[in-house]
């Protein structure tokens, strides 16, 4: 697709994160390519992200993160006007399903990505794979951000799947630690083990205190992770349940909550501790990777093909290996060398804005073909 004054629209739900950023960097990207662009999605996204900010214009539409009924009917009503664009790209599993019903009988193209697994069971469970087959069957690409996502659409008939490529935005340090991050520093010896989630049930943070509760004062024999400390930039629904826990058995884990100097705490810390039950291609391990910090990550997703070698991977939910890649980092300073160096190599190597633009032109330009 050349690049020109083609209507593109953007279609998500609700996000406080990565797939927020990441839809701004696309739709930025392609209004100074000399595109027109709408994105259409819940009004807080506009709130956090500011689209028309980036020159984009802004539709608010009720996509809300739970299936319900009658808000679902409204988004799919008020996604019709999007049926003029040359390509749709909803991002998500519920954005895309609604946007594949509401352009249902037209010949408006339709990209989906999906950035997450559906993991929720019961009935939840059960809409989830209903969600699946038709963005499955009436996408014309989905692009996926891990393997096994791939191999689930292909497996629920999904003719054209591609990996997505999601960069993480440039940061910027700002060389100045928060007051209460250098409080826990002490004078400066301390090791930091940081953490970058929501406070939700897929990032698997309970592993972490159960590492944590095992490398605390008197805990455990190896003498750097005595003194180390576990700090979660973050913020969600679990935060009340973790920091009952953390008080309890006072645990070295410190919730700072969402931070925008994520930078800055990578560049003090050891490691980034990524105990998730499932990642795609995780913004803020790319960003460790870029800041050349090791990553100690469960091995989910789309996590081992990004990381490489440039950190220690280990089975979701398995305390003692993940505790044991902790003491490691923490006791061999020519391995914690090592990987911070192969971090920034594999950092260098991954795709940036320009390519993720030039990625989604291609696969817009060959809807045409496709249908």
């Not at 595109?35 to 802004?58: I, N």
């Not at 040359?86 to 998500?92: D, N």
């Not at 599993?93 to 019961?122: D, E, I, M, S």
């Given at each position: 697709m050349a690049d020109s004054d083609t209507r593109l629209a953007f279609v998500l739900g609700t996000s406080t994160g990565g797939v927020g950023r990441h839809v701004a960097m696309l739709a930025g990207g392609l209004v100074r390519r000399?595109?027109?662009?709408?994105?259409?999605?819940?009004?807080?996204?506009?709130?956090?992200?500011?689209?028309?900010?980036?020159?984009?214009?802004?539709?608010?539409?009720?996509?809300?993160?739970?299936?319900?009924?009658?808000?679902?009917?409204?988004?799919?009503?008020?996604?019709?006007?999007?049926?003029?664009?040359?390509?749709?790209?909803?991002?998500?599993?519920?954005?895309?399903?609604?946007?594949?019903?509401?352009?249902?009988?037209?010949?408006?193209?339709?990209?989906?990505?999906?950035?997450?697994?559906?993991?929720?069971?019961?009935?939840?469970?059960?809409?989830?794979?209903?969600?699946?087959?038709?963005?499955?069957?009436?996408?014309?690409?989905?692009?996926?951000v891990s393997p096994d996502l791939g191999e689930r659409m292909a497996g629920l008939g999904a003719g054209y799947v591609e990996a997505a490529v999601v960069p993480a935005p440039a940061l910027v340090p700002s060389g100045r630690l928060p007051e209460e991050v250098r409080a826990e520093l002490g004078t400066g010896d301390r090791p930091v083990l940081l953490t970058i989630a929501r406070l939700a049930q897929q990032k698997g943070l309970e592993v972490l205190l159960d590492v944590a509760a095992t490398l605390g004062p008197g805990r455990g024999p190896a003498e750097p992770a005595v003194r180390a400390v576990f700090l979660v930039a973050g913020d969600g629904p679990l935060r009340e349940e973790l920091q009952g826990r953390i008080d309890r058995e006072n645990l070295p884990v410190r919730l700072l909550g969402n931070r925008e100097d994520v930078v800055d705490l990578l560049g003090v810390a050891r490691a980034l501790l990524v105990p998730s039950r499932w990642e795609g291609q995780p913004l803020n391990v790319q960003e460790a990777l870029r800041a050349g910090t090791p990553v100690i990550a469960t091995a989910v997703g789309g996590i081992p093909s990004m990381v490489g070698e440039a950190g220690l991977l280990v089975p979701y939910g398995d305390v003692a290996a993940m505790r044991e890649a902790v003491g490691r980092v923490l006791a061999d300073d020519d391995l914690a060398r090592a990987l911070a160096e192969a971090a920034a190599r594999r950092g260098g190597e991954l795709p940036g804005q320009e390519q993720a633009l030039d990625a989604v032109l291609a696969v817009y330009g060959g809807i045409s073909r496709v249908r």
């Open positions: 000399g595109h027109q662009v709408v994105v259409a999605g819940p009004p807080d996204t506009e709130e956090a992200f500011g689209f028309g900010r980036l020159g984009a214009r802004f539709v608010p539409v009720p996509i809300s993160d739970r299936p319900r009924l009658r808000g679902d009917l409204r988004a799919v009503r008020a996604l019709r006007a999007l049926r003029g664009a040359h390509a749709v790209h909803a991002h998500g599993l519920r954005a895309g399903a609604l946007a594949a019903l509401a352009l249902t009988g037209t010949r408006t193209g339709l990209v989906v990505t999906l950035h997450n697994a559906a993991t929720a069971g019961g009935a939840i469970g059960a809409v989830y794979g209903i969600l699946e087959r038709i963005v499955a069957r009436r996408a014309d690409r989905i692009l996926v």
